[in-house]
């Protein structure tokens, strides 16, 4: 799925580049429990995990603040 660049009015519009930041994190997840399936436990595994799992909550934050203001704007046009 090709998202365009952050900003971009594309088919998602502003939800774009919130929902790029959470197939990022997912990718980054994904990546670091094969390394924990494989035995192969580094310390940098982990912190990626955190700032994924971080960068996921974030995203999902601007995607629940741009429906909110969706929401609204709609509201008042009514």
């Known amino acids: 799925m090709s998202v365009g660049p952050p900003g971009s009015a594309g088919p998602l519009g502003p939800s774009a580049p919130a929902l790029a930041g959470m197939?990022?994190?997912?990718?980054?997840v994904a990546a670091a429990s094969e390394?924990?399936?494989?035995d192969r436990l580094d310390p940098a595994v982990i912190v990626d995990i955190a700032n994924a799992e971080t960068a996921f909550a974030a995203n999902v934050r601007v995607l629940q603040a741009g429906t909110d203001m969706s929401k609204r704007l709609?509201?008042?046009?009514?």
Not at 35 to 38: C, L, N, P, R, S
Not at 74 to 78: E, K, N, P
């Open 74 to 78: 709609l509201d008042m046009l009514v």
């Open 35 to 38: 390394q924990v399936a494989a």
């Open 23 to 28: 197939q990022q994190a997912q990718a980054t």
